[in-house]
């Protein structure tokens, strides 16, 4: 089967100045990478590859020349061949627009790799944050999607089994192929790259699709097609300063505490 | 085309019948804007056996009940419960929807806002209404680090926001709404994924998301036996159990404990971190914590600084006495 693993690039710290002009975040000069959340996603279609014979794995990224350097990062680890999704006409997009370059993108490695069974993506971005891109490109494509997947425990042409991390348990689905998954750091405990994949990964041809070869009009991507606008972006106000609770011993210091709970009614 | 959308609806999330009280924290968030825009609130639940928890709904903030029903809609299903609930809003035509920003959120929304041509905001934290009546909503980024506003502006669809749990205060019993039966669309029930079984947690286990009070256990406590000592003091105060990374990378607790950016984002009434120097990565998931306690043995490590009440000393030693004097206290 074929495999496709959505990877981003994002800023590789979260401690991020704001532009007090214009309230931006200011993510020039900032080292990018591979969204840690995704290296758990690469991780799984490199397992699956492994464990089903004949699968073939592509690394698909959207955004901007520079997020060739992810799509190679993960074709060091094994990844077969990598597509960058990139048109000056995508800045912007929310996950509304975005999903639907995604679900293009995927139709497109469809058509071209003779079809894709399954589309994993990691739990969420480490700067966005939302979780909601892998559900948004299951409806886009018209494919089941489950998130928060913790194992796989079953994995063929035809279907998967997953187990989905939820806040009271854990259920146990099955999916009829093909498939839109996202990933728990849970789930396994990625490679490292090899020097020697590292090495032929700079030589590996990555294809680039624009709008165009994707059938997309301007007004669908990007701020036009986006239903969400950033209005705001502001720090997070600092917290007052704490009060240290002093004592002689353990004993005194633990009355001084209960006491301040017990005044603010949590006992 | 314009859409003309009206009311709020709120989509409950349920397990065999039991409804999830996150339900009562969106009738909060959706009674606000519903106020304001002179419209009403629809608390919408989907599922199999739910007349009894509709009926409780129906008396606590709801103007109207929408129960879904039918016996294959009995567990969580993406597929089909985002289609169910898309035949239904293009029906009824509501103008904002709010779930609640858990995996059952996470998954709906997204399918809802694409069948809807919806606008979409996660994690919602704050909810108001601009000058045109549009919904803003405020939201954390950037690993707690930035407080984001987003507008949501769609002219051909409606509005969806996944709502953090524990952002709004729970709705209180009073007024009466209606129940009413929503009959599923048959073509949406078939869908291409199957519910084979479920795995409940331990029942005396607290959900992280949900808890009103965390005790959470780090790299300082030096070894798994600690855990016993946090889960004391976490039962003692009604306590859910979290855990920083390094304690669950350690292999002291598993990865469902986990609080912080790579675990659960939790905003407890209070959080008290035992052994926790407060990385960032840390800090992201549980700095909206009503009132932070810091037990640790280095005064000077960051989660001591932001701490409501900071505790330095042998944790060993401390949480003992603290077990010991709440239960004092109580007599």
Partial sequence: MNIVVCVKRTPAS????LDPQTGAVKTAGLPHGINPFDEYAVEEALRLKERIPGTKVAVLSVGPAENDEVIRAALALGCDTGVLLSDPAFAGSDVYALSLILAKGIQKVAETRGGVGLVL??????????????????????????ISVRKIPEAADAAVTVERLREDGTDVLQLTLPAVLSVLKEINEPRLPSLRGKMAAKKMPVETWGAAALG???????KAGS??????????????????????TPEDKAQALVAKLKEAKFI | MAYEGKGVWCIAESRGGKVSPVLFELLTAGRKLAAARGETVTAVVIGHGLQDAAGEIAGRGADQVLVVEDASLKEFVDDVYAAVLAKLAEARKPRTLLLPATVYGRSLAPRLSVLLRAGLA????GLELDAEQRLLVTRSAYAGNVVATVLLRSVDGPEIATVRPLAFERSAAGGAGTVAAAAPDAGALAGKTAFVSFGADRADEIDLGAAEKIVSGGRGLGKPEGFELVRKLAKTLGAAVGASRAAVDSGWIPYKHQVGLTGRSVRPK??????????????A????????VAINSDAECPMMKVATYAVQGDLYKLLPAIVAEIEKARG
């Fill in chain 1, 14 to 17: 979260t401690s991020v100045a």
């Fill in chain 1, 121 to 146: 993506f990691g739990r969420q971005s480490n700067d966005g944050e939302s979780g909601h891109t892998t559900a948004a490109v299951g409806a886009r494509l018209g494919w089941p999607s489950v």
């Fill in chain 1, 216 to 222: 997309l009009s301007a007004d669908v991507v990007g």
């Fill in chain 1, 227 to 248: 239903r969400m606008d950033v209005v705001k972006m502001a720090p997070v106000p600092s917290r007052g300063a704490g009060v240290v609770i002093t004592g002689e």
């Fill in chain 2, 122 to 125: 996660a994690d919602a934290v």
């Fill in chain 2, 270 to 283: 209070l959080y008290v971190a035992c052994g926790i120097s407060g990385q960032i990565q840390h800090m």
């Fill in chain 2, 285 to 292: 998931g549980m700095n909206a914590s009503g009132t932070i």
